[in-house]
Structure formats: C-alpha cells, structure tokens
C-alpha cells in the first residue's frame, strides 16, 4: 500500500515537469497491459508483488521524465530481457507466435470451405429426385412412375 | 482420390497430436529443478552489477562458494544483508567466495541497496532469471554453499538468519571448506 502511495506521490510530483513534454505522453495504465511482472508471469496491471511494484514505479518516474512507451519499454528489456514485454517482438523466431494463429485461422477456414463444398457436392443439383442419384435404372424408374401414376 | 485425401487428413491429424504430445514430453523432461545436494551445480556466466565484465561460475573451481540469490525488492534480503557481509569478511581470508545473484531487479535499485547495506562481495546481475531458473528458485533469499568441486553441499530456502538455519549455514560452510 504504501509503495502503491509512493508510486501515486512521483506521478503527481512531476506531472509539471510531465506537462512540458514535446510528444503525446504515454500513460502507466497502457503500460502495465504491456509490461509483465517477472517474477508471477501475469502483466503488471494483474499483479502488486513487490517486483511488480518497483517496476510499476519505475515506469512512473520515466512517463513523469517525458519518455516515450517504446524508451521505457526498451530500458526494461535492457535490464530483464525480451520476456518482460507482454507480446512478442516483430523480428526472428518470435514472428511466428504473430503468423502461427494466423496461419491456423486460414488453415481451419480452408477446411471448412472444403468440407461444405464437399458435403454440398454429393447432394447434388436435383436433390434426392435426381434419377441418377437414386440408384435405380431407367427401366425400373419408367415402370415406378407407371405404377404410381394408377394411384393419381 | 476421395480415399486418398482421407488418408492424408487422418496422417496429418495424427503428426498434429503427435507433436503436440512431444511438445508436452520435451516440457516435462525439460523442467527446472533445483540441484540436490551432492549433485555438480548448474555452470553460469553473468554479467556483474557494479561495473564491466562477466564473472563465470567456473571461474571459482577448486574454491567453497556461497551463491546467494536476492533482490532489492525483498523485505528478507534486507535483514540476511548484514549477516552476509560479516560472514563474507570473516570466511574470505579462508579462501570462500561470496557471489551474490540479483534476481528478477532493476540494476539500479539493486546499486542503491548494494551501496545501502555497504555489501563489498561480487555482485552479478540475473534481469532475465536466467540462471536463478536454473537453480530452481522461487523465492528469494535462498542460499547454496558449494564445495571445491562445484558440488552443492547445501541449498538455504530463506534468509540464513531464519531460527530454522541456526548453525546450518555455519556448518556447510566448514564442511565447504574441508
């Protein structure tokens, strides 16, 4: 409680100095949806460990300094690695965790396309009056009619 | 051809689940345990706190080491800090290495309460947790003492100052040391 009070105190502190920033500022709650706490594996906003409140009051001095989301983001993985940001980044082997989901998505549409086009397919055209897909000769089919037709 | 294309979905499907299922074994086997006691401590190379350079693990073979891990953020770590640099001071002479791994940190406030509690033993820096993974911890403090070998001779889950360690930490040393 009281780190989450001093964390509250350095943002109201330097919001002066914050004013004067020359780009738009980015704020501590769209940060702590993109910053992970290291040490319980959920993001910053789901968490008060104690790790993450340091961090939450590092992020807080660094807006109040004017630094962009992507400064503050890059001084964290300077200091914890890649895996303290919430998503992957856009280069190398983390571009498939981006495609994999994509891919799968086509993939399964593909799929289904297929599968109702091929369901659709084997009804076919006529339905079940279609002579051909009732399985019964010409013959047999002519004499069917003839006798249904004394019932008429 | 209709036969055909079943065949190769139902292949497909099972290299899926096959993949998946070794995806699960590879995890599992794969798993970070910390090292029992006798077993060869997991080898390292980190960057330290204070300064340029890297200091490896291997670096300190044929010397006792006590490897504590911490971090600034620890209410415990702050307590065990004291009791940690006077051991430090009064084992060195006896050639035991003290190497602190902070863990899961900002560098900076790990500077900060380094210089706060006058700590003068190696410091190296684990942002990443790494090498803290390896070692199995889930909390911190924790403590392994190594003997010459490399060899884990105990493993201290919580402050050495906790009523529950009374001589432990003490006597692993000396057996260290021996």
């Known amino acids: 409680m009281l780190r989450f009070a001093a964390v509250v105190v350095a943002g109201l502190v330097f919001a002066g100095q914050a ?17 992970m706490c290291p040490t319980c594996h959920t993001t910053l906003d789901m968490s008060d460990s104690q790790a993450a409140q340091q961090i939450k009051g590092f992020i807080a001095k660094r807006i109040a300094a004017c630094w962009t989301a992507k400064q503050i983001e890059s001084a964290l993985v300077a200091n914890y690695g890649q895996g303290i940001l919430a998503a992957p980044s856009h280069k190398g082997f983390d571009l498939l965790a981006w495609w994999l989901p994509i891919v799968g998505v086509l993939a399964g549409a593909l799929v289904l396309a297929f599968g109702v086009w091929r369901w659709s397919g084997r009804k076919g055209p006529g339905g ?19 006798l249904l037709a004394r019932f008429d | 051809m209709t036969r055909r294309l079943k065949t190769t979905a139902q292949l497909l499907a099972m290299a899926c689940v096959a993949g998946l299922l070794a995806l699960l074994v590879w995890s599992v086997v794969h798993q970070q ?80 309460f380094v210089s706060a509690h006058a700590l003068t033993f190696p410091m190296l820096a684990d942002g990443s947790g790494s090498v803290t993974g390896r ?4 909390q911190v403090p924790e403590t392994y003492v190594l003997n010459r070998q490399g060899q884990v001779v105990a493993h201290l889950r919580g402050p050495i100052t906790d009523p529950g360690f009374a001589g432990e930490f003490q006597s692993a040393i000396a057996k260290a040391v021996a």
């Open chain 1, 128 to 146: 079940p009056d279609d002579p051909a897909e009732s399985g019964l000769d010409e013959e047999t089919e002519r004499r069917l009619d003839d």
């Open chain 2, 33 to 112: 345990h910390a090292p029992g006691v006798g077993s060869t401590a997991p080898p390292f190379t980190l960057p330290r706190l204070e300064g340029p350079g890297t200091v490896s693990l291997a670096s300190y073979r044929g010397k006792p080491v006590v490897l504590n891990f911490w971090a600034s953020w620890c209410e415990p770590c702050k307590s065990e800090a004291a009791v940690l640099e006077r051991d430090w001071t009064s084992y060195k002479n006896r050639g035991v290495v003290f190497l602190g791994v902070d863990y899961h940190d900002l560098n900076s406030e790990a500077r900060r």
């Open chain 2, 135 to 138: 070692y199995g911890i889930s």
């Open chain 1, 19 to 35: 004013a004067a920033c020359a780009h738009p500022r980015t704020s501590l709650n769209y940060l702590q949806g993109q910053v």
